[in-house]
């Protein structure tokens, strides 16, 4: 799918230009404490002109035919874009988490790891987090390394999401 850069985009937000716009495609998840499963997954990256991005993303259990099964995780936050690749990401989870990451973004790549987590009285005890996207023949790659639940720092989710 053809994409075009914004003509108002900010200088900070070039290195991660690329990921503007929605993507859609499928994932797996693992993790010692639940089942293996598989989702659908929506992402959608805004801007309006300042240094950062809007984000959105939705995902879905599905089964092994891609059905959907039932809504799974919501999380929606601000990638604010500084000088030379450096990034701040703040997400906010349905599930009672609130992250700030820190990170860098060039060449086709985002890498971002936690440095703080806040979650609620009911919500899943997250410790840390790390994240790679990287844009791979026009696709959206994306792998979650997460450590909760007193588990290790370990692979949770990875996906491919295609340009809408």
């Known amino acids: 799918m053809p994409f075009e850069l914004p003509e108002n985009l900010h200088p900070n937000c070039a290195p991660l230009a690329w990921m503007l716009g929605t993507w859609r495609g499928n994932g797996h998840g693992d993790y010692p404490t639940i089942e293996k499963f598989q989702y659908g997954q929506e992402l959608i990256f805004t801007h309006d002109g300042r240094p950062f991005f809007h984000y959105m993303a939705r995902s879905w259990i599905v089964d092994d035919e891609g059905n959907k099964v039932r809504d799974a995780a919501i999380e929606t936050g601000f ?80 996906a491919r999401l295609k340009r809408q």
Do not use: F
Request: proline content about 2%; charged content about 20%; hydrophobic content about 40%.
């Open 79 to 158: 990638v604010r874009c500084q000088p030379e690749g450096k990034v701040e990401v703040l997400l906010v989870h349905s599930s009672g988490v609130a992250e700030i990451w820190y990170g860098t973004a060039g060449e086709g790549k985002l890498e971002i790891t936690t440095d703080a987590i806040a979650t609620t009285e009911t919500a899943k005890k997250v410790q840390a987090g790390h994240r790679l996207y990287g844009n791979v023949e026009g696709d959206l790659l994306y792998a979650y390394d997460m450590a909760a639940m007193d588990q290790a720092l370990q692979p949770h989710l990875w």
